[in-house]
């Protein structure tokens, strides 16, 4: 039997006193994270509108939940260790316990606790929880950030070589399937025998994608003195409102209908032709400090014989090059109120603040009537379409 090895004193003294250590790690990491939750944001945004890559949504998702996950899991850290500060202050103000003057609850209420008791085993369990948290995040972390790199390797890449899209995502996402399945299960699949070596050879890569030796053997710790009904029941409650963070921060640019919200007719307020989106005009852009996602106009009110229509590059306008080798942007068609606006022209632009690369038109609406009109831009064969209304106000 192999002998366990001694625990070192400086080992022994740091596990008792890591919670200052912690508090440190959590609140840095709360910190951070806000400013990476933006930053990936940014990021995520300008991967939509610049690139088409097999995986991208669930490259942001998954991304996105990892940071979520971070800060569920520090936030809940920060407010076990409060808690367990909390207690120990309580214990030393009143060192002798619950005074035998209490009086007990009558039946069915069940007595949790006896004259002169303290809270010597209440601060002992939020000591240990504190620690579970802490791992806990730090865990889901990881195996997330695997699940993404397997995700690039069984699926995105390959779909990037292979024209027929769907033997490689049936494949794909069953490989994927059976590694978490096992990962959740700590391990079941790897106990079969003869089954195991079939299944090696992905598991042996997949180990090293998923970041999996790193954390194995203290998930087997866990695992072998924690309860399975914890250990699910906390992975579940940390991952799924991380989830549900990572939902409503990316509803609008996934178009997903609204968390919570059980408005039935919340599309279908007015005919669709009558429909504002605030991220047309450049001036409410600039208020939220958003960049452009599609073709915009300076204002939604006009005060000048001018339009000023941007519109940034966008990863979708590509496959207009693959039918005429005409210059991108002088392939698209501009009207208003339906009447084609003749000899268009396009100058290429980067937009000085967000870096967006694109093209500017100018057209010239000194002649049309005070009131509501309609800006259209789509290409001949109305691959792209984007209506713009707005109102001439002189």
Partial sequence: MEKRPHLPEWLKNFQENSWEVEILISGGAIFSLFQVSDFFLEFAFSLKINSEFPGTDIFIILGMTAIKILTVGFFSHLFLRALWVGMICINYVFPSGISDKTKMYAKPFKNRFSSYNNLYHEIKKIDKASGLVMFFSVLSFVIVIG??????????????????STPVLVIGQLLIFLYVFD????????????????????????????????????????????????AYSGFSLLLGIAILLTYSTFDELMHWPKFMDPRENRNNLTFKSNHLHYGFYRDELEKNNEKARSPTIQSQFI?????????????????????????????????????????VVWYQYQHPQSKQLGAIAIIDISDFERGKHQLNIYDKDSLILFTIPFWKDF
């Fill in 147 to 164: 699940l993404l790199m397997l995700t690039i390797t069984f699926i995105t890449i390959p779909l990037l070589f292979i024209s027929n």
């Fill in 183 to 230: 990962l959740l299960f700590f391990g079941v699949l790897r106990k079969v025998p003869y089954l195991t070596y079939v299944i090696f050879p992905v598991f042996w890569i997949a180990d090293r994608l998923s970041f999996r030796l790193l954390y194995e053997k203290p998930l087997q710790l866990m695992s072998s003195n924690l309860k399975r009904k914890y």
């Fill in 303 to 343: 005060h000048d014989g001018f339009l000023n229509v941007f519109t940034p590059y966008m990863k979708a306008f590509d496959v207009l090059s693959k039918k005429d080798t005409t210059p991108l942007f002088q392939q698209l068609i501009i009207d208003v109120n339906k009447s084609k606006i003749e000899n």
